[in-house]
């Protein structure tokens, strides 16, 4: 094979792969550091890497994605359980209006920190894939557990991957 | 294979520049909406299911999967 012909083939093998990475973040991995202002306006906006030490829990969802919202007052109830054990509890909304997801919250209030991302940055650098999706961050900032969807039975799970982490698992 | 090559490269650049795109999972808000669904209307739906059946004696092949949060 000649040089010019190799680099014919690379080019072509390097088209038809290169533009369809499909980088998503799982376990294991070091969870990316983001910014994300809050939903609500005059709140602080909230920073992962400022959340080291803790174990951290970050669940995607939006006002439209029924699953999310049957999630979400469950997970509030994780929240109050646990948070003297050190879990946050983040819940970053992709609704776009905003105020989408503000509505929803005037009917279900909810105790946690709730950034909002309109624009889709961090799910598309997180590699989300549906909708729920959420992330359990350890202490040490690896994602210990990634789940997607919501079902019937979930809770249970993810109440006992928190317990196993904060225990230090 | 030098021209099969150029061709097969030519293909797969013409390929990318073609106008589909991939919804993700987090921009389906527009395709969750009510309106957005085949029958937003299951009641309405349902009886024109049935008056198709009756007049055509045969059923189905109307629905299709997508729009939704992409959990399933």
Known sequence: ?169 | MHKLHLFVFFLISVCMLSACTQVRSWERGYLAKKEMAWDPDSLEGALNDHIFFSKEASSGGNSTAGGGCGCN
């Open chain 1, 1 to 169: 094979m000649s040089k010019l012909s190799k680099i014919q083939t690379f080019l072509v093998l390097f088209a038809s792969i290169a533009f369809h990475s499909a980088f998503a973040v799982e376990e294991g991995d070091a969870a990316p550091d983001f910014t994300l202002p809050s939903i609500q306006e005059g709140q602080a906006d909230f920073t992962l890497s400022a959340m080291k030490g803790k174990t951290v829990y970050i669940d995607f969802w939006a006002s439209w994605c029924a699953p999310c919202l049957k999630s979400l007052p469950l997970y509030n109830e994780l929240y109050h359980k646990y948070k003297d054990q050190g879990l946050e509890m983040v819940a970053i909304s992709v609704d776009n209006p905003i105020e989408d997801g503000l509505d929803f919250l005037l009917d279900t209030p909810l105790d946690f920190i709730l950034p909002a991302d309109p624009e889709g940055d961090i799910p598309e650098l997180y590699g989300v894939f549906g909708m729920p999706t959420s992330y359990l961050i350890g202490p040490d900032g690896t994602v210990r557990m990634v789940h997607i969807g919501f079902r019937d039975g979930d809770i249970e799970m993810v109440e006992e991957a928190i317990k196993s982490v904060l225990s230090g698992g």
